[in-house]
């Protein structure tokens, strides 16, 4: 596509406007890792707005690349003209028309021609995938709804109510939903060799009243209700652990999350930590014997390694320490997405890759004369131009 102005050049054809939308998620970054608050990220959702822009950025270039299809003259004279030459020892007229013969298309001065090439095509296709990538994801994220929730058995849950989420994430567009059901869990079912990652026993009940039972299994089993996915993603532990020195002294007193291990250790399948001033914790558990073990260290010193058997040793006693646990929280972590438009998604992901191999394996052919006293000056891209200045 032909275009004189330098200022149109770089926002429509140069690379290096693209890296602009790299200074946001950097300063994001940043911001994160360093602890200071950088310009740009004041915003609650800096990231979906740069892609917005962005967004609109590759629009109008896959608009600009959309209309020079139809045209002879797609890159213009002005664009990546090679600083190397050759002279050849006939008129321009002549190299012209042996040019065009062979199907290259000149501009009105006839100083400079290309040919048409399926490369200009795979980069339309290049923007056009983007384009549908990122309008996708970023309208997926401006009605974003993403949370979870951990829930154990006894009395029903509605998932409408934003309270009842630990994390809840949305988008500026979002609305409260009012489609979704209420959750009661019926049954658990900790990992095993039939659920690696545990299960539990749902009934979903609708607005208008109707019950359905389910059985999700951590974490591939979805249950679809309108627009929202809901899932299981493990088993979750949660016991309320006081430890004392000498029956008396408060050394840690709360609720340890513990989650399921990669690898079991010692039989235990379930870890999680905690931080008391200068001790640090570790509490293992293994749900088939209902066995807690706990470690505290101080620095570099072991103070405390006890194993207890919960509901069943009331309390333990190491050293000069006491570790009391009363109640253990066993919760189902139950997961709420609006459902995103995936095969959209990965059909523009595709059809961007398609376009990008095809501009690398197809490069331009292009060809620049200049009338010299011994005959032409030629500057050209590509080797399809230089084999038909060779013939």
Known sequence: MKTDSKFLRIVFASPWPLFIFLVIPLFVVLSFSLHVQLPLTHSTYPFLYNNACLTLFIALRFLYYLLGIPKGIRYGSCTGAPRQSVSLPHPAGTVRSKLAGAGYVFNSTGCYGEKRDTGYLGTTLLYAGLLLFLFTGTWDNMYQYSGSLLDGIGASTDLNRPEAYRRLTTGPLTRKPENLPKMK???????????????????????????????????????????????????????????????????????????????????????????????????????????????????????????????????????????????????????????????????????????????????????????????????????????????
């Open 185 to 391: 869990i019926l049954k658990q079912f900790i990992p095993d060799a039939a659920h690696p990652s545990g299960a539990a026993e749902i009934a979903f009940v609708s607005a208008d009243g109707k019950e359905q039972m389910v059985t999700l299994k951590a974490p591939t089993d979805i249950y679809q209700a309108g627009p929202y996915d809901i899932t299981m993603s493990k088993i979750v532990y949660e016991p309320t652990i006081v430890i004392t020195l000498n029956n008396s002294t408060p050394v840690f007193n709360g609720q340890i999350t513990l989650n399921q291990m990669a690898v079991e250790e010692d039989g235990f399948g379930f870890y999680g930590t905690f931080v008391e001033g200068p001790l640090n914790g570790k509490v293992y558990y293994q749900p088939e014997k209902s066995r807690l073990r706990v470690i505290m260290h101080q620095g570099n010193e072991l103070l405390l390694d006890t194993d207890l058997i919960f509901q069943v040793d009331r309390r333990s006693t190491s050293a000069n320490f006491t570790i009391l646990c009363e109640k253990m929280g066993v919760w189902s972590e139950i997961r709420v997405v609006h459902r995103r438009h995936m095969n959209v998604i990965w059909l523009g992901g595709l059809g961007a890759l398609i376009g990008l191999l095809m501009r690398v394996a197809i490069r331009p052919q292009r060809v620049w004369l200049e009338e010299t006293q011994e005959g032409c000056l030629v500057r050209f891209v590509g080797k399809g131009t230089e084999r038909w200045l060779k013939e």
